[in-house]
């Protein structure tokens, strides 16, 4: 079965600071990949999705990057975070196109 | 214009009672795939159903049901004698087949109190 791994948890990071979320995906290959982020209190955001190794398409142009270096694992990634960078991201995968994804646990990120 | 609305920000019912959450979307594409997630305290989005565009009949799952009409543009999902906990915030969602992202509506804040 397929499992999506997401991690930290929780992260607490100063400003100016660096920031790398991983995720990878278990049980399947050539998935789609998805960064969401959620403000508190409010919807989901799409960041970044990609559809294969080195490919990235970016929805908002901001502070955050995106790398997939193999065919399971997907990078979110920001030189020098901000105070709107805080939020909750979730790492999402699917089969293929027009099929429903499935969401890691997220990470909670506060910038201080 | 891609999009989708969730006008209820929040509903809070007595248990028991059945409840109704709203979604309408836009899409040009004539193939599209529409979802709802529910998404616990915890903070994980759960899937709970998917529904094509060409698939216009109903679904029922236990207290979970969906109605999905095209003319209206509208994928509403109903919970019957809502238990304490099915309180979470529900979202609907869309991909259309020309894409490969899936957009998410803003949510609604579901609480059932006892």
Known sequence: SQTIHQWPATLVQPVGSPLSLECTVEGT??????????????????????????????????????????????????????????????????????????FGQGTRLTVV | AQKVTQAQTEISVVEKED?????????????????????????ELVFLIRRNSFDEQNEISGRYSWNFQKSTSSFNFTI??????????????????????????SGTRLSIRP
């Open chain 1, 29 to 102: 290959s050539n998935p789609n990949l998805y960064w969401y982020r959620q403000a508190a209190g409010r919807g989901l955001q799409l960041l970044f999705y990609s559809v294969g190794i080195g490919q990235i398409s970016s929805e908002v142009p901001q502070n955050l990057s995106a790398s997939r270096p193999q065919d399971r694992q997907f990078i979110l990634s920001s030189k020098k975070l901000l105070l709107s960078d805080s939020g909750f991201y979730l790492c999402a995968w699917s089969v293929r196109k027009n099929t429903e994804a499935f």
């Open chain 2, 19 to 43: 409840v109704t959450l709203d979604c309408v979307y836009e899409t040009r594409d004539t193939t599209y795939y529409l979802f709802w997630y529910k998404q616990p305290p915890s903070g």
């Open chain 2, 80 to 105: 019957t004698a809502s238990q304490v906990v099915d309180s979470a915030v529900y979202f609907c969602a869309l991909i259309w087949s020309s894409a490969s992202k899936i957009i998410f509506g």
